[in-house]
Nanobody
Framework: QVQLVESGGGLVQPGGSLRLSCAAS????????MGWFRQAPGKEREFVAA????????GLADSVKGRFTISRDNALNTVYLQLNSLKPEDTAVYYC?????????????????WGQGTQVTVSS
């Protein structure tokens, strides 16, 4: 069993930055791929970023390339999502997720455990 707890969300002005963290418990974290997804009101959950078990492979949604970065620290059982140059359309609840396996996926239904989410609101 793996438990995930996100933090770092909040209200930020357009152009601002946030750093989201996802702390995991469970001894298999270091061998699991991790992903970040987001869901805005009235919309489906969408892929944002993902990282393989050792950080050697990273995927980013086209809408966030050049603005967001994903990283992980297996010693701390934590994955990060750095959000820069934020736009109002980035407003959503951000979820981290993990899946059994070393490779990441872009599909939310291929992830096994989810956090409760952290709200990111971009507004002036």
């Amino acid at each position: 069993q793996v438990q995930l707890v996100e933090s770092g969300g909040g209200l930020v002005q357009p152009g601002g930055s946030l750093r989201l963290s996802c702390a995991a418990s469970g001894r298999t974290f270091s061998r699991n791929a991790m992903g970040w997804f987001r869901q805005a009101p009235g919309k489906e959950r969408e892929f944002v970023a993902a990282i393989s078990w050792n950080g050697g492979s990273i995927g980013l949604a086209d809408s966030v390339k050049g603005r967001f970065t994903i990283s992980r620290d297996n010693a701390l059982n934590t994955v990060y999502l750095q959000l820069n140059s934020l736009k109002p359309e980035d407003t959503a609840v951000y979820y981290c997720a993990t899946r059994r396996g070393v490779s990441y996926s872009l599909r939310p239904d291929e992830y096994d455990y989810w956090g409760q989410g952290t709200q990111v609101t971009v507004s002036s």
